[in-house]
C-alpha cells in the first residue's frame, strides 16, 4: 500500500514537472499563456537611470537559444520586437538600471541612444573637427540590431537632463509618442525580419518624469460647450488594413485615413472634450495595443482637447487587458478616464463632472460612463453581447443619488448624459421608439435586460449615446407611460476605416453635441468623411430643451 502511494506521488510529481517546463518552453516561444498572465506595461520608476541597453534573439528550434539575460543586472521590456510574426525567432530589449544613490565611481550612465548600420562617432568626430574642437566626448559603443549606446561615468552625469531614464519600444513606421517627456530615436531597430513584421522604433524619456496635464472641464464663458464623439476608431499596429472604403478601387490606409478625418473635424469643431466610446484599438490587428492607443491620444494631446475614454469588445484583443490599458491612458496628458471602482464589473465605470462658466464650482452638466463589457458570459440562453451588470446600476443609481444636492446649487439647469459602447435593447424596442435617420443594420445589443435603461430614465439621465454598430447612426427617443419623451438613445457611426463598414456603402461618420446650459438644451449633429456634404452638419436635431428630453421637430 505505502509502496503504490509513493509510486503514485512520483508519477504524479514527475508529470507536474515535464508539464511545466513543457508549458515553460512553449510559453517563452510562442506565448501559449493568457495576455494577463505576461502582459507588458513600461516600468518607469522614479530615482532609477538606465547603465545599460543591448537586444537578445533566440529561436525556438534551438533549446539552449534564450532570450532571457541575468535578471538580477537586467530588466527585459516585455515585448517581443519581431511582434509574434516570425515563425521561429524572437527578440526582446534590455535595459540594465540602477537608482542614482547606488551608483559608485567609475559606474556608466546612459546618455544617449541611436540606431544606424555606421558608427555615429564618426561623425561626432567630423563634425568637432569642422568646427575646431576636440573630440574628448564618450565614444558610442554597439549594440546588436544596430543600436549605438552613449555612456558617461562623469560626476553628476545621472543628474544631467540627457541622463536616459526610461526606455521603451512602439511599432510601425506610423507610431507616435504620446507622453510627455519622451522622444523617438527616428530610425527603427534594425532587425532581420521581412516586411511583414511592423518596424520597431526605440523611445526615450530624459530627465525627471513630467506630470500630465489635467485640464478643468468648464462651460464657456458663453454658456456653451461641446462633445465630439469618436466611436469605432479600430486602430492598428501599423497602419492597418482598409475594410469597406469608398470610392472603391483607390489606395487606402487606414489608420492615416481614419486619423485625418479625426483631426479634421477637431480642428473645424473645436470640441471642450472628446469622449471615445469603444473600440478605439483593433485588438486582432494590434499585437502592441500601447502603439495603437498613443496614435489618437498624440492628437488630442497635440490639440490641447481633454479626452475620456471607455472600452468596446475589440479593445483588449490585443496585448493588453482593460485594465492594463487604463493604467497607461490614465497617465497620459489631457486624459480625464478612470477606471472606476474594482468592487463592482468592468474597467471604466466612472462619471466626470463639467463646471459652470466663470469661477464657478457647481457642476453645469455630469457626464456619466460605463462598461459595457464584451460577449455573453451565457451564450447558450443569451447568444451575442454582455450586458451591465446589476452592481454596475446600482452604483450608477447610488453616485446619481449622491450628487443630486450639489446639482441642486448649479444656479442653471443642471443636465446628465451617458456613453456606453453596445447599445441598449431599447435602442430597437423602447416604447413607442421613434427614429431619426433610419436602421441601416441589426442592432446588436445584448439580449438579456439588465435594466439599465430604466435606471437613466429614473435618475434624470436626458442622453445616453453608444458606438458599436458601426453603420447605425440614428438617434431615437422613446417615451414613458404618459406619452413624455423619456430617453434619447444615439449611435455615433463608425469613425474607423479598420472596421466593417458596406450595407449599401456606408461613409465614416462622427457625432457631435453641442449643449447650451443657457436653455438646458441639446442640439447634435454628425459630420461625414467622404461625398459632397463633408462640410456640412448632418441631420442636426434638438434632443433636449429645458432640461428635458423633447419630441423630434416634424418637417
Known amino acids: 500500500m505505502t509502496r503504490r502511494i509513493v509510486r503514485n506521488v512520483i508519477q504524479i510529481s514527475t508529470a507536474a514537472v515535464i508539464t511545466f517546463l513543457l508549458i515553460f518552453f512553449l510559453d517563452r516561444n510562442f506565448r501559449v499563456l493568457p495576455n494577463a498572465i505576461h502582459e507588458y506595461l513600461p516600468s518607469h520608476h522614479a530615482g532609477l537611470v538606465i547603465t545599460d541597453i543591448t537586444v537578445t534573439t533566440c529561436t525556438s528550434y534551438n533549446p539552449f537559444s534564450s532570450c532571457d539575460l541575468d535578471t538580477s543586472v537586467w530588466h527585459r521590456i516585455d515585448k517581443d520586437l519581431h511582434l509574434g510574426k516570425t515563425l521561429f525567432s524572437h527578440a526582446y530589449l534590455h535595459v540594465s538600471r540602477k537608482r542614482e544613490e547606488e ?53 553628476g552625469a545621472s543628474d544631467s537632463k540627457n541622463a536616459v531614464a526610461g526606455i521603451d519600444v512602439l511599432f510601425g513606421d506610423d507610431a507616435v509618442e504620446a507622453r510627455e517627456g519622451w522622444s523617438m530615436t527616428g530610425t527603427p531597430l534594425l532587425l532581420d525580419v521581412g516586411r511583414s513584421v511592423p ?37 492598428s499596429t501599423g497602419v492597418g488594413a482598409c475594410r469597406d472604403a469608398l470610392p472603391e478601387g483607390q489606395k487606402c490606409e487606414a489608420d492615416p485615413r481614419t486619423l485625418d478625418f479625426v483631426t479634421k473635424i477637431l480642428e473645424e469643431e473645436k470640441p471642450d472634450l472628446v469622449v471615445l466610446s469603444g473600440d478605439q484599438v483593433n485588438g486582432e490587428t494590434a499585437p502592441d495595443t500601447q502603439t495603437a492607443i498613443f496614435k489618437y491620444a498624440q492628437i488630442l494631446i497635440k490639440h490641447k482637447i481633454p479626452y475620456v475614454s471607455i472600452f468596446g469588445n475589440h479593445d483588449d484583443e490585443g496585448s493588453l487587458s482593460r485594465a492594463a490599458q487604463m493604467d497607461l491612458i490614465e497617465t497620459l496628458p489631457y486624459s480625464l478616464s478612470k477606471a472606476g471602482p474594482e468592487s463592482i464589473d468592468g474597467v471604466g465605470n466612472y462619471f466626470i463632472e463639467v463646471l459652470g462658466r466663470g469661477s464657478s464650482s457647481h457642476s453645469a452638466l455630469t457626464v456619466y460612463l460605463l462598461d459595457t463589457h464584451a460577449y455573453s458570459p451565457n451564450e447558450r440562453k443569451y447568444p451575442g453581447y454582455d450586458w451591465i451588470k446589476p452592481n454596475q446600476i446600482e452604483w450608477f443609481r447610488q453616485t446619481a443619488q449622491g450628487l443630486k444636492k450639489k446639482h441642486r446649487e448649479y444656479t442653471h439647469v443642471h443636465m446628465d448624459v451617458a456613453f456606453i459602447h453596445i447599445p ?106 467622404y461625398g459632397e456634404d463633408v462640410d456640412k452638419k448632418i441631420e442636426e436635431i434638438m434632443i433636449v430643451d429645458g432640461g428635458h428630453p423633447v419630441r423630434p421637430m416634424q418637417d
Not at 132 to 147: H, V
Not at 203 to 212: S, Y
Not at 214 to 221: A, F, G, N, S
Open 199 to 235: 518596424s520597431a522604433h526605440l523611445t526615450l524619456r530624459r530627465g525627471a518624469e513630467h506630470p500630465p496635464v489635467k485640464p478643468v472641464l468648464r462651460i464657456r464663458d458663453n454658456g456653451k460647450f461641446k462633445i465630439v464623439q469618436l466611436a469605432d476608431l479600430h486602430l
Open 103 to 155: 551608483l559608485k565611481d567609475g559606474d556608466k550612465v546612459v546618455v544617449d541612444v541611436t540606431v544606424g548600420r555606421l558608427n555615429p562617432s564618426v561623425a561626432d568626430a567630423e563634425k568637432a573637427a569642422a568646427k575646431g574642437l576636440d573630440n574628448k566626448n564618450e565614444k558610442w559603443e554597439s549594440r546588436p540590431a544596430g543600436l549605438w549606446v552613449k555612456r558617461s561615468s562623469k560626476k
Open 424 to 529: 441598449l435593447p431599447e435602442y430597437q424596442n423602447g416604447r413607442n421608439l421613434t427614429l431619426v435617420s433610419p436602421w441601416k443594420e441589426p442592432t446588436t445589443a445584448p439580449t438579456f435586460n439588465s435594466g439599465f435603461h430604466d435606471a437613466l430614465v429614473e435618475e434624470g439621465v436626458v442622453m445616453v449615446s453608444c458606438g458599436h454598430d458601426h453603420v447605425n447612426e440614428y438617434c431615437a427617443v422613446d417615451f414613458k407611460e404618459d406619452g413624455k419623451p423619456a430617453l434619447w438613445m444615439c449611435y455615433a457611426g463608425a469613425a474607423g476605416f479598420g472596421g466593417y463598414a458596406g450595407y449599401g456603402g456606408f461613409h465614416r461618420k462622427i457625432r457631435v453635441f453641442d449643449f447650451d446650459m443657457n436653455e438646458g438644451r441639446i442640439n447634435t449633429w454628425k459630420r461625414v468623411e
